[in-house]
């Protein structure tokens, strides 16, 4: 009689609620920014969550629901992510462990579904090309004040809906981020807007409508719209 072993990586299933990311994040991110000094005291956890991300195969992948899909990609991206600054820590910004020939988001430090990938893999050729879902902008975090805090807990696909509602507003209504100017009738929004226009063009909707239905405003449709600096900085607990 012949017996059939299966590997670990068969055996495996990742825990869609994220539980041990969830209370990572929980302990070491406080109003959108990330307490890197007390992130890197628990890096055989943070190890762990990493692991389980790589573990996944395409197989499993293809198994995912839509919900379960992008939960896992937004979740893999920040954990990898802190991981990043973490390997380098401390830095001023993410920008500073790039250099001329390679950014930080091309950088091949991790597996994940089978082969080593960047950051960019998963923003731009998964996030961005499978879901046309242009408020994962407001969910993925790069580790800059710049940036649509990151959520301090993790992404569950009965959740995804919610938070990525969630998100989304309260970065719209952050002032310093995005802001209307009623008399220069001046829209002021994040570079995110710019950068990825043509994300919130295939959705069907343009920047004033976007804003008007995901804050909540009211902004003339004939408003100029400008774009705000960006603010590369570590986005660090002081």
């Known amino acids: 009689m012949a017996f059939s072993w299966a590997s670990p990586s ?7 609620e994220y539980s041990a990311w969830n209370t990572l994040l929980k302990r070491n991110v406080k109003n959108g920014l ?3 000094v007390s ?15 790589s573990l996944v195969t395409e197989a499993e992948y293809a198994t995912f629901s839509r919900e379960e899909k992008l939960c896992f990609l937004i979740n893999a991206y920040n954990a990898f992510t802190i ?4 390997d380098h820590y401390p830095v001023k910004s993410i ?7 390679q950014s930080p988001w ?22 961005r ?4 879902e242009p408020r994962i902008h407001f969910a993925i975090n790069c580790a800059s004040l710049g940036c649509p805090p990151i959520l301090n807990e993790s992404f569950r696909p009965g959740k995804v809906s919610e938070q990525l509602a969630r998100v989304t507003k309260d970065f719209l209504k952050d002032k310093r981020k995005n802001e209307y100017d009623s008399g220069a009738n001046v829209l002021y929004l994040s570079k995110i807007f710019d950068w990825f226009r043509e994300d919130f063009i295939g959705a069907g909707i343009g920047p004033i409508d976007f804003y008007n239905r995901n ?5 003339p449709a004939d408003a100029k719209v400008k774009f705000k600096d960006y603010d590369w900085n570590l986005n660090r607990l002081p």
């Open 39 to 53: 992130f890197k005291k628990e890096s055989v956890g943070l190890d762990g969550v990493l692991k389980s991300f």
């Open 95 to 101: 920008k500073d462990i790039g250099s001329i020939l």
């Open 215 to 219: 804050a909540g405003a009211s902004v």
């Open 10 to 16: 068969d055996l495996f299933s990742i825990d869609q």
């Open 106 to 127: 091309k950088r091949e430090f991790f597996e994940l579904l089978g082969r080593p990938r960047n950051l960019d893999w998963i923003e731009h050729s998964k996030l």
């Open 83 to 86: 991981k990043l600054i973490l």
């Open 34 to 36: 990330v307490d890197y």
């Open 129 to 132: 090309k499978e879901f046309r």
